[in-house]
């Protein structure tokens, strides 16, 4: 059976000629307008659509066909709408793309011209239809909430899944938002101690007079303002786990007592005289480099060996091959449902510009960037600028290997380009991409589209 294809233009000459043309290889359906349009698209559900913009009752106005490209996206945001532009309306037509449209070409088309596009495009729409129907076989899995099909992430989620069954203290190591709570939660949640507390300080965040107090409790009358008996986080923790995040931040005389209860199991409340058994699992987490600072003696060795008797480094997120497209797709799907945007995705731009980005606040920062760009985006894909990646402040300012491939990229660009005579759509398929990205390609590398019939490109900064 052949797929299904839906001609919407109000020129009856174009439709028979195009339905001539293709009979062969689909199955056509035509609509002259946007009400008749929209039925059979309903009826049929084409997985691509070829429309004209100026449809009736104004014809020289494209405002009737973005009315169906948007009706017929808001329908099934899956299908592929192919703009067919009159001349000088390139304008337009891009507009088209921006709206969520997937290519468009102009009149008069060129047959051949069509049936590739055509192909490739119906070749990627079954391609999309494929990896969603598998993707809703295999819903995105996460261990413990956490998203990462890394090798790197993979390594951590396995070390976690060992270490929740010991009560051996873990420190965890990595940069700021790389997910060092939610590791230390998972540790929490798969150990045996899964029902009891899971009591979480921030040491830096604490002025060090109230965090002895705070971490050991204190007697009633032991300093000015404790007017009651109070238990410490250790102690609150009990039967659970303890997490000491920025434990590198934690004071001289503090790392002592911390050391103390690691080696004995007791405590002491601030005033008390009394030992008092706790059984409290310690995981620990920093950001600084603990080794540099037991080198300048602000951090105790023998605590650090206390602590970390099991390490878990969390890699940042631009080490994880993989991830990052895969998590922000993630990130971009829950984003989008719960602000009724389905079907929001990331144009091809905004895919370089996260690869590129250096991340500097990791996980956390790629959530953030996805939910507030999804809040902002008003189209149907986010592009680097919704991310707010368009600067190169914050990212590689530029590699030696990344020079290297544009400089490849565009002198096999330059090539294809002069082999077809300037064609931007043979040039396309020749490098094995589609025309869309082709533009964005030249856009990218500076490479100027060609006049047509003549031979010379050129390359301009
Ligand atoms: N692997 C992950 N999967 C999904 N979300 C993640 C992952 N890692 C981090 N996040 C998100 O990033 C946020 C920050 O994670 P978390 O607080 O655990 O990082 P952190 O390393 O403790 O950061 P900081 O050093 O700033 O305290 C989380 O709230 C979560 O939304
Ligand atoms: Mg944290």
Excluded at 332 to 359: I, N, Q, V, Y
């Amino acid at each position: 059976m052949n797929p299904k294809l839906l001609i919407v233009d109000d020129d009856e000459e174009i439709r028979t000629q195009m339905k001539w043309a293709l009979n062969k290889d689909y199955e056509i359906f035509l609509a002259e307008d946007r009400t008749s349009a929209l039925a059979v698209f309903d009826e049929q559900k084409p997985l691509v659509v070829l429309l004209d913009l100026g449809l009736p009752p104004r014809p020289g106005n494209p405002e009737e066909g973005f009315a169906a490209l948007s009706d017929m996206l808001a329908q099934q945001r899956f299908s592929k709408v192919i703009i067919i532009s009159g001349q000088g309306e390139k304008v337009n037509a891009l507009k088209a793309i921006g709206a969520g449209a997937y290519d468009f070409l102009s009149k008069p088309v060129d047959v051949e011209e069509l049936k590739v596009i055509l192909k490739r495009t119906f070749h990627v729409a079954g391609l999309e239809r494929d990896y969603r129907e598998l993707q809703q076989q295999f819903q995105t899995e996460t261990f413990e909430g956490m998203l990462g099909t890394s090798s790197q992430m993979q390594l951590v989620f396995n070390t976690v899944r060992k270490v929740a069954t010991s009560d051996a203290p873990v420190l965890i190591l990595g940069e700021s938002g790389t997910g060092k709570e939610m590791v230390a939660l998972g540790i929490h949640r798969r150990s045996a101690r899964k029902d009891g507390p899971f009591v979480a300080i921030n040491c830096s965040a604490i002025p060090e007079t109230l965090l002895e107090s705070e971490l050991f409790g204190h007697e009633k009358g032991s300093f000015t303002g404790a007017h009651v008996q109070r238990k410490g986080r250790i102690e609150s923790a009990a039967a659970g786990t303890l997490f000491l995040d920025e434990i590198g931040e934690l004071p001289p005389l503090l790392q002592v007592k911390l050391l103390r209860f690691l080696q004995e199991g007791t405590i002491e409340r601030v005033g008390g005289r009394q030992e008092i058994r706790v059984d409290t699992r310690v995981v620990s987490a920093t950001n600084v480099n603990l080794e540099k600072a037991i080198a300048a003696d602000k951090f105790r060795e023998d605590l650090f060996y206390r602590l970390a008797v099991v390490v878990i480094n969390l890699p940042a997120l631009r080490e994880r091959e993989n991830d990052i497209q895969l998590v922000a797709q993630e990130f971009l799907r829950r984003a989008a449902a719960k602000s009724g945007k389905e079907g929001l995705t990331f144009s091809p731009d905004a895919l370089r510009a996260m690869m590129k980005h250096h991340w500097p606040g990791n996980v956390r920062e790629l959530e953030n960037r996805v939910k507030r760009a999804v809040i902002m985006a008003d189209g149907k894909r986010l592009s680097a600028t919704d991310l707010e990646l368009t600067s190169t402040a914050g990212s590689y300012s530029h590699t030696t290997l990344r020079e290297a491939r544009e400089s490849l990229e565009r002198e096999l660009v330059l090539r294809a380009l002069n082999r077809s005579g300037g064609k931007i759509a043979p040039a396309a398929i020749e490098l094995g991409i589609s025309r869309p990205t082709m533009y964005e390609l030249m856009e990218k590398l500076g490479v100027q589209r060609p006049e047509r019939d003549t031979k010379t490109v050129e390359a301009h900064h």
